[in-house]
């Protein structure tokens, strides 16, 4: 939320989606008092702990009206959705002229020990690898579909975190804990074999453990920042319009394109 502390507006309807206990709503309104924030959760019994307003929908079927919200926020649960680029036009589509969408997702260094882990097991074990941790997108995939969706001025940054565990096994526990089993359609409906599951955990343990023993996980936080279009947002220049020279601001000599630059030859350096 530290994103929001530069942003001097008030803004009168925000919302916020995948908003599992109201957490961020919460924080919304304290940094905008007067704001009216909606909470929208996935989940009904998670719904219930949020303040009111809330509501039940998903990101992939937002019950918004277009043009209706001066911002939007979603944190850590775009990375779950089928249709990323159909919830971010969603998104774009319920904001206000000039509307603010802030998000937070997993990025795609996610888990990558766990990735590993697994895939070496299985192709030492199986002969082959089966899809285990869903997919995630990184930081130019994730601008690439802010543009998509129609914002303008989009900006993506991201963060990476190591969380570390008493063993492999306390990370597999916490993510199956969390809802975060394999979701993946394409995955294989064999349960694992005992001997490549042992595999993984010492292939995790003997690569990614720290000097203490514990096992690393790293977790990559993809920010999203975008806005939705308004004629007084800065606009870029059009090409040729510029009224200094770039040769100049690095003092050197410009060649047109198509010209064939004159280098002194090696003896002439010599």
């Not at 319920?94 to 097991?121: N, T, V």
């Not at 975060?180 to 292939?203: G, H, V």
């Not at 394109?257 to 002194?264: E, I, N, T, V």
Request: charged share 25%; hydrophobic share 40%.
């Amino acid at each position: 939320m530290s994103r929001l502390e530069g942003i001097n507006r008030t803004f009168e309807l925000a919302a916020d989606t995948g908003a599992y206990h109201g957490v961020v709503a919460k924080l919304l309104n304290e940094r905008f008092p007067g704001t009216k924030t909606v909470s929208l959760s996935p989940v009904t019994a998670l719904a219930k702990e949020c303040p009111a307003p809330r509501a039940v929908a998903t990101e992939e079927a937002l019950p918004l009206k277009d043009g209706s919200l001066g911002l939007i926020t979603s944190v850590l649960s775009l990375h779950l959705v089928n249709d990323l680029p159909g919830a971010l036009i969603q998104i774009r589509r319920a904001l206000r002229p000039d509307g603010l969408f802030l998000g937070a997702l997993l990025g795609g260094e996610s888990l990558i020990e766990l990735r590993q882990a697994f895939m070496m097991a299985e192709t030492e074990t199986l002969g082959g690898v089966s899809p285990r941790v869903f997919p995630t997108a990184d930081v130019r995939d994730m601008g690439a579909l802010l543009q998509r969706a129609g914002f303008a001025l989009p900006v993506v940054d991201s963060e990476r975190l190591t969380v570390t565990y008493p063993t492999p096994l306390a990370l597999i526990r916490e993510l199956k804990a969390m809802g975060a089993a394999n979701p993946l359609f394409a995955r294989s409906r064999k349960p694992m074999r005992r001997d490549t599951f042992a595999q993984a955990l010492e292939i995790y343990a003997r690569r990614f453990a720290g000097e203490d023993g514990k096992a690393r996980a790293t977790f990559e936080i993809l920010y999203l920042c975008g806005w939705s279009p308004h004629e007084s947002q800065q606009k870029p220049l059009k090409p040729g319009s510029a009224k200094a020279r770039l040769a100049d601001a690095l003092r050197t000599t410009e060649i047109a394109a198509g010209d064939k630059a004159s280098f002194p030859r090696r003896d002439e350096q010599d």
